[in-house]
Nanobody, 121 residues
Framework: QVQLVESGGGLVQAGGSLKLSCTAS????????MGWFRQGLGKEREFVAG??????DYADSVKGRSAISRDNAKNTMYLQMNSLRPEDTAIYYC????????????????WGQGTQVTVSS
């Protein structure tokens, strides 16, 4: 089984940056797609970004100010977030799927426990 652990969240001022990490253990394969989702208070969990090999996908809300990357040798996925806004405040989750990137949370097979990102005004 695959285990995912996020890190790198915290409190940041609006306009600042954070780099989230997701480290995988277990039977993770390079062909798996991985992605980031987030869930704010009282909101549904929503897709942020995904990656499979060189293919990437970004939600419109973060496109242009976020970058997803993956280091297969380290079994780690990253999400660099710049120009952060208060509306980016959420718990960020990493996920993995045995196939292509999907924007549907229910399609993913594995999930981490989440890391809190709080952006102050």
């Amino acid at each position: 089984q695959v285990q995912l652990v996020e890190s790198g969240g915290g409190l940041v001022q609006a306009g600042g940056s954070l780099k989230l990490s997701c480290t995988a253990s277990g039977r993770i394969f390079s062909s798996y797609a991985m992605g980031w989702f987030r869930q704010g208070l009282g909101k549904e969990r929503e897709f942020v970004a995904g990656i499979r090999w060189s293919d990437t996908d970004y939600a419109d809300s973060v496109k242009g100010r976020s970058a997803i990357s993956r280091d297969n040798a380290k079994n780690t996925m990253y999400l660099q977030m710049n120009s952060l806004r208060p509306e980016d405040t959420a718990i960020y989750y990493c996920a993995a799927i045995r196939g292509d990137v999907s924007r549907r949370r229910e399609a993913y097979d594995y999930w981490g426990q989440g890391t809190q990102v709080t952006v102050s005004s």
